[in-house]
């Protein structure tokens, strides 16, 4: 079923509809919201380091405070942005800000790994407020189905830029002040959202959205969250009873949660919307695409980094070119997808993602920048492409008063594609990287240590004789480098698949026509 002619009747009434005067200030707004959330989901890695020797956690207690804020994100938006259809997502949006202002300086100040768990968990409730709102705001704003697209991909080019910006600015900090400073940067964002945001943005809802269902509220937080963590304590630790049973207990609760949806008269998450063969479509190649790019963006970072020796800040303009990538392909993503279609620009966007992680199985640690750079610049115009066009064809599909709900679900798939993929992938690096041979001559101590990750053989040589400890890390970095190329592989693998797969399933879907279209 692909629900086209319904989707056209609405488009053209909603074109007809007089433009919003401020909508492009009101865009700069929600884009803005959309920087820092991205911003900050990639920060924290470079600054772990240094919290780590602050706040001395222990190796469970580092995992969570890394986890945690995307773990809530994650369990939150469906319910969040079923929320804000109910009470308006402007209110939701502002309220979240001022929430993700108050609690960043929580985290910036945190004393003990247990006080700064719980400022990543709160940063990530407030966080949730932000992503599902900014989306349906622009599905309310722009009535112009032209118009619209370009706004998404502005949307999308901030989220892919924050991403690739987050490691810039988080190195300059991490060079010139304390780790604090990396949460301290969203309180003068947060403010000029809030203040332009109170005049600029207009207040949208469902006009007959029912009761929020408390019950679906919580079965959808444990279904997500368990299941995410399941995956990655599998994948990390190998599966026990325990990991068994947090899966079971997940999964149950997401099939309660579907077929409470499909019972409530005023579901929290509408599940007829995945009738749409477009919007199903859409939302799995986002899953696919985030799985098989985060676990390779995730240990590209460590690469840069630990391997060819370059400080945070390098590593961070080292990846800049999938961000330029990103942007460009983003803006131009929905005049493509009209002149063309929409299945060859996602299908073809993948697919260059595809290639370009396919080359990186040829990697080695002393692979030299530009042939890096250009494969990240074909990620980012694969990933603005794709991106950009699946979220036009999620919001296009439902009608404005469920753009909530539909944007969470959109991000939902985000989060549990780079979830899953860090999770899937990162088993592969760790499997090969756990299982390099020490040099004869290291200490037992040491070994234990170098194995546990790369940054652990990085501190570990530092401590032995030189030619001991450079035989130790030259070990390690070739066995990470062996793991990255076979991820890297099977990221490609999961990629090109998807990228036939949406040549298939998006036959036939369009993008709306605009004024005079």
């Excluded at 019950?215 to 995410?228: E, R, Y």
């Excluded at 240990?299 to 990846?319: N, W």
Aim: net charge negative; hydrophobic share 55%.
């Amino acid at each position: 079923m692909s629900g086209g002619t319904g989707a056209t009747a609405r488009e053209t009434r909603e074109t007809a509809e007089a433009p919003n005067p401020g909508r492009w200030l009101a865009l700069a707004v929600l884009a803005l919201a959309v920087l820092l959330v991205a911003v900050d989901a990639t920060v924290l890695g470079l600054a772990t380091p240094y919290l780590s020797e602050d706040l001395r956690p222990s190796g469970t207690q580092l995992l969570w405070i890394g986890d945690i804020y995307s773990f809530v994100i994650a369990g939150l938006l469906v319910s969040m942005g079923s929320l804000g259809d109910r009470v308006g997502r402007k209110l939701l949006l502002l309220s979240g800000a001022v929430a993700f202002g108050a609690v960043s300086v929580l985290n910036a100040y945190a004393t003990s790994p247990e006080m700064m768990i719980a400022a990543r968990a709160l940063l990530g409730v407030a966080g949730a407020t932000l992503m599902p709102s900014t989306l349906a705001l622009i599905r309310n704003i722009f009535h112009d189905p032209r118009e619209r697209s370009l706004a998404i991909g502005v949307w999308g080019a901030m989220a892919s830029a924050g991403a690739a910006v987050g490691p810039v600015v988080g190195g300059f900090l991490l060079e010139n002040f304390w780790w604090g400073s990396v949460f301290l940067i969203n309180l003068p964002v947060m403010a000029v959202l809030v203040l332009v945001g109170v005049k600029l943005l207009p207040e949208s809802k469902d006009p007959s959205p029912g009761p929020w269902d408390l019950l679906s509220v919580v079965l959808s937080m444990i279904g997500v969250v368990a299941v995410v963590y399941a995956v990655k304590e599998g994948a990390t630790h190998g599966l026990t009873w325990q990991i068994a049973l947090v899966a079971v207990v997940g999964v149950l609760a997401l099939v309660w949660f579907v077929r409470r949806q499909l019972h409530l008269p005023a579901p929290l998450l509408n599940m007829r919307l995945f009738h749409h063969r477009g919007f199903s479509a859409a939302v799995l190649a986002d899953l696919l695409t985030v799985l098989g790019l985060s676990g390779m963006v995730f240990f590209l970072s460590q690469f840069l980094q630990l391997v060819q020796d370059r400080s945070p800040l390098e590593a961070g303009l080292a990846e800049l070119p999938a961000a330029i990538g990103a942007v460009t392909a983003g803006l131009l993503a929905g005049h493509a997808a009209r002149r063309w279609s929409v299945r060859s620009v996602v299908a073809c966007g993948l697919g260059a993602i595809g290639v370009a992680l396919a080359l990186l199985v040829w990697l080695d640690s002393d692979t030299a920048y530009p042939p890096l750079g250009a494969a990240l610049l074909v990620v980012g115009v694969g990933a603005g492409l794709s991106f950009t066009v699946t979220a036009d064809v999620i919001l296009s599909s439902v009608p404005k008063e469920q753009a909530g709900a539909a944007s969470a679900v959109s991000e939902t798939a985000y989060e549990l594609g780079a979830a899953l993929g860090i999770a899937l992938l990162g088993s592969i690096v760790t499997g090969v990287y756990r299982n390099f041979t020490v040099p004869a001559g290291v200490p037992t101590a040491q070994a234990t240590e170098a194995h546990e990750s790369l940054g652990g053989a990085v501190e570990s040589a530092a401590t032995l004789p030189a030619d001991t400890g450079s035989a130790l890390l030259g070990s390690a970095q070739d066995a990470f480098v062996e793991g990255l190329r076979i991820a890297s592989g099977v990221g490609a693998a999961v990629l090109l698949t998807t990228a036939v797969a949406a040549w298939f399933l998006l036959r036939g879907q369009r993008l709306a026509e605009g004024y005079g279209g």
